[in-house]
């Protein structure tokens, strides 16, 4: 007879007797209800310790592992110090510049977006595909410090994944005109010529700092202790006098482009104070436009390069014949016939002369006469006088590059070299040395320490020569720029003018 399943069931659950099982019936020891009980005490226990240890005795590597995870240090930039000239112009200030930045795994954005954000960029749309597509996908600079109008745009087309940061960039307002003295910024903001390298630690102030907590899409959530606040930068009065910079530029400009030079230099000292007014080089720069630029533009030929400066030292020679009463103002020199022998060598003038003053010798620029000068006078107190007035010792002057130009020691000189340094040959000087050096005649024989920073103080100098010597070269230099002299170009209109024409080989 066959059965239907559900019968079935009921009938074998009749059939059981579960009080029967051997299992069941049989008693369990008690000793094994308290181990078990026991084991499982120590297990939530050994829990409850692991979590006291994890959270309260030792839960600083934990935590460090949860702030590397989540928990930034932002810098808060420190605003860099202005660059003022003397009458408080702003040389050079810091302006708000955003940079464009984007985590590439979270950029959402159609093509229309991508092709939009380009050209506000003025990028290759390539490129900004290429930047969006590299190894990194959690940090990519599209573009650092761009024009605050230009960060708004871009912020207003919502492109998720694409942040920006507040940067500062620099700006030079007198450009080319001054860009050897100031120098510039990199986009780190950090000085890399002129002013704003040497006086870089003291523009550039201490960055803050915020502790922060960021999610995974590097927004902000919540801030971590006590924020940092940064230190802005000093500013920098220079000596520079920006309108005067402005006219030594000019002109020095158009000589270069009259005369098809490669190049030149202005330096204009005030011999009371040292101070530097103006400072100009040509060929130039724009020192927020740096493209392809060379070494050449952007060295401060007036500071960095050397040469030979001829007949410039002539007022030198003069001036210690005169000041160790060797000679006077109007003792007479034979310079004829314009030519004379030493050592194998012969020394000549540019014209016949006869015989001439000590003071028409520097007036004519008599090379003969400053070497019968300079023969009277022994190697030592040439190269002491030399020395004194700054010549092959590097300018104190904070700036990087300085140069200390070459004066070879007196005791290898052979008495040919000793004629051709009297009148400038054989030595090698800047022409900012050779501009310091002759504060000598204007400041009472004392030659004085020069600076780019503005001062009130006057200038305490090493005397070279005596205060009547120097008086006396005055007058002589006005000769040599004078009617008859060599140097008449430099006469101008409302100023007494004196000085010295050299020619460098």
């Known amino acids: 007879m066959l059965m239907a399943p559900s019968c079935l069931k009921r009938s074998m659950s009749k059939s059981i007797l579960y009080s029967a099982s ?7 020891p008690v000793w094994r209800s308290k181990l078990i009980v026991a084991g499982v005490a120590v297990a939530f226990a050994g829990l409850a310790g692991r979590a006291a240890y ?7 590597f934990f935590q460090r592992q949860g702030e590397v995870r989540f928990a930034r240090t932002l810098e808060l930039p420190a605003n860099r110090g202005r660059i003022l000239d003397r009458n408080g112009l702003i040389l050079a200030s810091s302006v708000v510049a955003p940079s464009i930045w984007a985590i590439p795994e979270d950029v959402d954005a159609s093509r229309a977006q991508l092709t939009e954000l380009a050209r506000l960029l003025e990028m290759p749309l390539a490129s900004v595909m290429k930047k969006l597509g590299d190894d990194d996908k959690t940090f990519v600079w599209l573009q650092r410090q761009v024009d605050e109008p230009v960060a708004q745009k871009i912020a207003a087309l919502g492109i998720k994944g694409i942040y920006q940061r507040k940067e500062y960039k620099r700006q030079y307002p007198e450009g080319e005109t001054l860009a050897h003295v100031v120098g510039f910024t990199n986009v780190e903001n950090n000085g890399q010529e002129g002013m704003e390298l040497a006086f870089n630690k003291d523009l550039a102030g201490h960055a803050g700092s915020r502790r922060v907590i960021k999610d995974r899409l590097g927004r902000v959530v919540e801030d971590m202790g006590e924020q940092v606040p940064p230190i802005d930068g000093r500013d920098l009065q220079l000596s520079i006098d920006s ?3 402005f006219f030594a530029y000019q002109k020095l400009r158009d000589a270069v482009v ?8 202005v330096v204009v000292l005030d011999t009371v104070t040292g101070e530097v007014l103006a400072m100009a080089n040509y060929p130039s720069y724009v020192p927020d436009k740096r493209q392809n630029l060379t070494g050449s533009q952007l060295r401060n030929r007036a500071l960095t390069d050397t040469f030979e400066p001829g007949s410039v030292m002539k007022a030198f020679t003069v001036g210690l014949a005169l000041d160790s009463n060797r000679v006077q103002p109007l003792t007479p020199i034979q310079t004829a016939p314009g030519r004379l022998q030493l050592a194998g060598s012969t020394i000549r003038d540019a014209h016949p002369n006869g015989v001439l003053t000590v003071q028409q010798v520097l007036q004519k620029s008599s090379n003969v006469g400053t070497v019968k000068l300079a023969m009277q006078i022994e190697p030592r107190e040439m190269w002491e006088t030399f020395s004194l007035a700054g010549f092959g010792q590097k300018p104190q002057l904070a700036f990087p590059g300085v140069v200390s130009g070459r004066l070879r020691p007196y005791k290898t000189w052979k008495p040919i070299e000793q004629a051709t340094m009297a009148y400038g ?3 090698s000087a800047s022409l900012f040395q050779i501009a310091r050096a002759y504060t000598v005649f204007g400041h009472a024989g004392e030659v004085i320490p020069a600076t780019l920073i503005k001062t009130s103080e006057p200038a305490v100098g090493v005397p070279v020569f005596s205060a009547g010597t120097a008086a006396e070269m005055r007058k002589m230099l006005q000769m040599a720029a004078g009617p008859g002299g060599t140097g008449t170009k430099a006469q101008t209109v409302g100023y007494t003018v004196g000085g010295k024409s050299g020619t460098a080989y």
């Open 258 to 265: 009259l005369n098809k030079a490669n190049a030149g230099s």
């Open 22 to 28: 051997p299992l069941l019936a049989s008693r369990t």
């Open 425 to 427: 040959y054989g030595l």
């Open 54 to 60: 994890v959270q309260v005795f030792d839960n600083a």
């Open 243 to 245: 309108r005067m910079q």
